[in-house]
């Protein structure tokens, strides 16, 4: 039998879907639609979990354009990216091949018993609509805006719930904060996202996409302030190298060649 994607009441009209461990999706229900902010890899019945909580019509976005938030797209028709990461390697991300590597890597999903076999081909031919900073989702009682947000991806983005005072913000700014992957930006051109956010956190909530769901005020200050450190003392070498700092678990990891915008 399947297993029942694991589901958290945050306020009367919103949900943490946790893909055991792997994803955190988040589910929005105004009196008209529900939003599906990020969909996962797509090893488990998503579309279901979300139709058990609400019989409203469900639109999808992606707070950025990585395999472990739109690899589940396939369960949809649609699903809204930030036109900066509706690029090649961000379909390629939705593939059977990159899901299931995925999977396959991710000892916490793998604890659950989880295996490649699980990752399911895609129902949809998704379309991924761009978008850009200042769209909204009309939900009825409630609308929520897009804030563009690069560093963890060029198109990364947070969503904005000012009824429920709620930001979620995907991956860029957290524990262990990726910054080495390809379609990163450098560490100069993430900062002033990261500082926006550390302003909004003052009067927001802040729900991020991995492990414990919400960013306190004062983590978020923390990772500001190695970025800075980073930048300070480092200039961009000829030779990419992937470094972490600091030198413990949450630290930032990032390439020696993306410090500075150039």
Known sequence: MAKELPVTKITDDTYLINEFDGTNCYLAVGTEKALLIDCGTGFCDLKGACEKITSLPITVVATHGHVDHIGGAGQFEEIYVHRDDCKAINKLQMSMPMRKAFLSSNSGIKAYGFTAKDVTKPKYKTRLIPIDEGYEFDLGNKIISVKHTPGHSVGSIALIDECDKIIFSGDNVCDALWMQLPGATSLEEWLPS?????????????????????????????????????????????????????????????????????
Do not use: C
Request: glycine residues 4%; without cysteine.
């Open 194 to 262: 990261a500082k926006w956010l550390y302003d909004m956190s003052k009067a927001y909530r802040i729900f991020w996409g991995h492990r414990v769901p919400e960013l306190s005020s004062e983590y978020i200050a923390t990772v500001i302030k190695w970025g800075e450190e980073i930048i300070a003392n480092n200039k961009n070498s000829l030779l990419p190298k992937t470094k972490q700092y600091p030198n413990q678990s949450d630290g930032i990891i990032y390439k020696t060649n993306r410090i500075h915008s150039r």
